[in-house]
Each structure stands twice: as structure tokens, then as C-alpha cells.
T-cell receptor, first 114, second 115 residues
Framework: NAGVTQTPKFRILKIGQSMTLQCTQD?????MYWYRQDPGMGLKLIYY???????DKGEVPNGYNVSRSTTEDFPLRLELAAPSQTSVYFC?????????????FGPGTRLTVL | DAKTTQPNSMESNEEEPVHLPCNHS???????IHWYRQLPSQGPEYVIH???SNVNNRMASLAIAEDRKSSTLILHRATLRDAAVYYC????????????????FGRGTQLTVWP
């Protein structure tokens, strides 16, 4: 199993450009998450999804959009990129939301906005 | 957010045991204690979790205080590959509306392992 995969690994954007970060999982997990990690900090939740067609905002959703048309895919869309969105983005998935459940993370996408 | 407190950094020599502490004095009775670690330039990976009793797995052991206000992650023999940031995270076992499923990451403890 590949687990959680993310593309691209690296990307440089100019201010005002848009892009989509791709995330795919092959574990048939209903729950998927997008986090961002700024240098020297922990991860912050951007958006999450509890199943196909259902998404909700996390702590830092401004400037981002998501969609969930299939169980496997959970793309993150950046509209009008800003320097404040320079960060490393991690996608994660889990079987459930229960306290004993674990999240599986992808390798991350390092984004720089200039 | 259920908060945890960890030292910013710790050091160990290779093949020695490492005890990583975490304080969580505001833990609720149904919160699980999770540990994740993040190797350089990688995504976080699950290490271990527990509720009340001490837990062991192939990676580590988790010792939970009787009052559950603190816990300790134990790496029995540190290797160079264990150098990472270790996060202690509380996870609600029931739906609390907007906190559904999320993990709250602090800054964690940077573990340095010397050869």
C-alpha cells in the first residue's frame, strides 16, 4: 500500500497565482485532513472531511478551498497565493475520529510564494 | 484545546534509554494520550497511544501517571534514526463538535541523538 501520497513535492508560486495540492489515500479511510506547518512550529488544521461530499473548516481556512468527490482524493486549492501561505502542507487520513484512532500522514508539499 | 507541555529539546547518546516527558494537567477523563514524531523533512508518524494503562509496542513504551496529568514516552535504546521532533497530543474520544477528529500539535520536543 502506498498510504497517503501528495503531489507536488515542491512548488514556487508568484503572488496572486493559484494552484491545487493533490492528496490521495488508498486505505479506504473516510476521514481526511489538511494541515500546514510553518518553520519551527507544530501543524495547524486547515480543512477536514468526514466523507465524500462533506468538508468543514479547521483552525486556519482563509485563503484555501477543498472538495471531496471521492473517498480517495482530497485536493486543497489555493486561490490568489500570498507570501503568508509559504509553508509545508501535509495531508492525513484516518479510519475514524475516535480517541484511539491514528492519523496517517503524507510526505508533504513544500510551497514558497514569492 | 486540551494543552500539553513538553521540553523544547532533549539529548541522548546512541543506545541509551530516553525518557520524554509531557504534562497535561487539564486532561479530561476520556482523552487519549497520543505520541507522534516527525523525522526531518517528513510528515508526522504515529508512535504510540494510551488511555490509563502503560502501553508497549515495537517502537516505544508509554508510561501514564496514575492521575493522568503527565506521561512519559520511553525509547528503550535510542538510535540515530530516532532523532526527531516528538509531539505529545491529547485526543478526545467523543465528538466535541468542531474538535472532531483533529490533532492539536504544539512545538514538541526536539530529540538529538549523539553517536
Amino acid at each position: 500500500n502506498a498510504g497517503v501520497t501528495q503531489t507536488p513535492k515542491f512548488r514556487i508560486l508568484k503572488i496572486g497565482q493559484s494552484m491545487t495540492l493533490q492528496c490521495t489515500q488508498d486505505m479506504n479511510h473516510n476521514y481526511m485532513y489538511w494541515y500546514r506547518q510553518d518553520p519551527g512550529m507544530g501543524l495547524k488544521l486547515i480543512y477536514y472531511s468526514v466523507g465524500a461530499g462533506i468538508t468543514d473548516k479547521g483552525e486556519v481556512p482563509n485563503g484555501y478551498n477543498v472538495s471531496r468527490s471521492t473517498t480517495e482524493d482530497f485536493p486543497l486549492r489555493l486561490e490568489l497565493a500570498a507570501p503568508s501561505q509559504t509553508s509545508v502542507y501535509f495531508c492525513a487520513s484516518s479510519y475514524s475520529w475516535g480517541g484511539a484512532d491514528t492519523q496517517y500522514f503524507g510526505p508533504g508539499t513544500r510551497l514558497t510564494v514569492l | 484545546d486540551a494543552k500539553t507541555t513538553q521540553p523544547n529539546s532533549m539529548e541522548s547518546n546512541e543506545e541509551e534509554p530516553v525518557h520524554l516527558p509531557c504534562n497535561h494537567s487539564t486532561i479530561s477523563g476520556t482523552d487519549y494520550i497520543h505520541w507522534y514524531r516527525q523525522l526531518p523533512s517528513q510528515g508526522p508518524e504515529y508512535v504510540i497511544h494510551g488511555l490509563t494503562s502503560n502501553v508497549n509496542n515495537r517502537m516505544a513504551s508509554l508510561a501514564i501517571a496514575e492521575d493522568r496529568k503527565s506521561s512519559t514516552l520511553i525509547l528503550h535504546r535510542a538510535t540515530l534514526r530516532d532523532a526527531a521532533v516528538y509531539y505529545c497530543i491529547l485526543r478526545a474520544s467523543s465528538d466535541r463538535g468542531s474538535t472532531l477528529g483533529r490533532l492539536y500539535f504544539g512545538r514538541g520536543t526536539q530529540l538529538t541523538v549523539w553517536p
